[in-house]
């Protein structure tokens, strides 16, 4: 949010870097043994992931289309 848009970018290479992220954590801290589970585990971790984003990033866009500066600044301190 310092720099216009730029936030906007970032969001937009991390609806791909972050699920990925998730899933791999999800399926890192999982016994290998059952590949049914690691497959679930995976695909819930990367979902969760996924869903946490979008709200953030969603939240972000909005807020990037008022004209006024308060909201980025209460936004960004959330963040």
């Given at each position: 949010?310092?720099?216009?848009?730029?936030?906007?970018?970032?969001?937009?290479?991390?609806?791909?870097?972050?699920?990925?992220?998730?899933a791999m954590l999800a399926?890192?801290?999982?016994?290998?043994?059952?590949?049914?589970?690691?497959?679930?585990?995976?695909?819930?971790?990367?979902?969760?992931?996924?869903?946490?984003?979008?709200?953030?990033?969603?939240?972000?866009?909005?807020?990037?289309?008022?004209?006024?500066?308060?909201?980025?600044?209460?936004?960004?301190?959330?963040?």
């Amino acid at each position: 949010d310092k720099v216009m848009w730029l936030d906007s970018i970032w969001d937009a290479v991390h609806s791909f870097v972050r699920p990925i992220g998730g899933a791999m954590l999800a399926l890192a801290i999982l016994d290998p043994a059952d590949p049914a589970t690691q497959v679930i585990a995976f695909l819930l971790g990367g979902g969760a992931t996924l869903a946490s984003h979008v709200g953030k990033a969603g939240t972000r866009a909005m807020v990037n289309t008022s004209p006024e500066p308060v909201s980025n600044v209460v936004i960004s301190t959330a963040e």
